[in-house]
């Protein structure tokens, strides 16, 4: 096999290891699949944790305890070598998705199924995890326990679908050029977006956009449809609510068939400018943790599925959602 094919098997034996251990075995799980030196990115409050005994206990115990049973529901799986440096990456993203029978982080239990949107990051070396990242939509959550943590949200609130054309699942090893192709338009794609100060005009963005775009955005955003409804309930407030973006460029950018994607650490610094998110402008400096993923159909990007720490960009801005959260289970 290639080191592509290696480093998906490695992740999908981890993956049904972690779902078939209890709870009380998730450490040995990972540290049996992770090199040495094993270091691990969550989003707040979970942040960063370099070994496996400390992320078991952090992330995957009380997850695994709140929602019973849970599984992983996986839209989208590749690997393929990063961009900047080629150490070899695999990414997963779907929804896990359990009963929500105990508090978890706060959030008060519904006793139903929840979807816990996410998107992971596993740099394999020699057959092992050396590195992971992982986005869980937090807000989401929230909401589906009936607490809305933020005033506005610009998007339609659903729970977002995997591709349209269902193939996202890249078992397979794909067409290298397939793949060539879709991290050039990317690529593209963002450079045009930091050229022109993350806001890419109309023309440019039919350039790499296919008209009828799918702009699956977090909790806290929404979702949108059509390049029109993305410059109406995307694009807009979030060039209107922020001020002195500055990019800083991203960890992995890596691309195989028709998918790619990558994630930032942070990718972006800003400041509030007429208000993001429902809050007051500030000049608190601040910053965004974003994946992003993508679906190429023919020569243009047809779906893009986005993720933001938002509680990190919040935090820094002095708003603690989960204590927020906290708060209304005491009253």
Known sequence: ??????????????FNEMEL?????????ISKAAAPGYQFRGVHPFNEIDHAEGVAATVWQPLRQSFTPMQR?????MAGPSLTDETMWVTSMGKFMGLFDHNWLGIPPTGKIALIPYCEFHRVEAGKIAESALWIDIISVMKQAGINPLPIQTGAEIINPGPRSGDGLLFEEQDEKESQQTLDLIMEMCNDLVSDGMGSGDAMLRKTWHEDMIWFGPSGIGATYTIERYQQQHQGPFLDGLKNIEFNGHILEHAEGNYGGWFGWPNLKMNQGGGFLGLPASGTPTEMRVVDIYRR?????????????????????????????????RT
């Open 297 to 329: 159909d023919g020569d243009k990007l047809a779906e893009n599925w986005i993720f933001i720490d938002f509680l990190h960009y919040l935090r820094l801005l002095g708003v603690d959602v989960l204590e927020r959260s906290r708060a209304i289970n």
């Open 21 to 29: 251990a209890p709870v009380s075995n998730l450490a040995s799980v």
């Open 1 to 14: 096999m290639s080191d592509r094919q290696d480093a998906k098997a490695a992740v999908l034996q981890y």
């Open 73 to 77: 529901r996986q839209d989208i799986f």
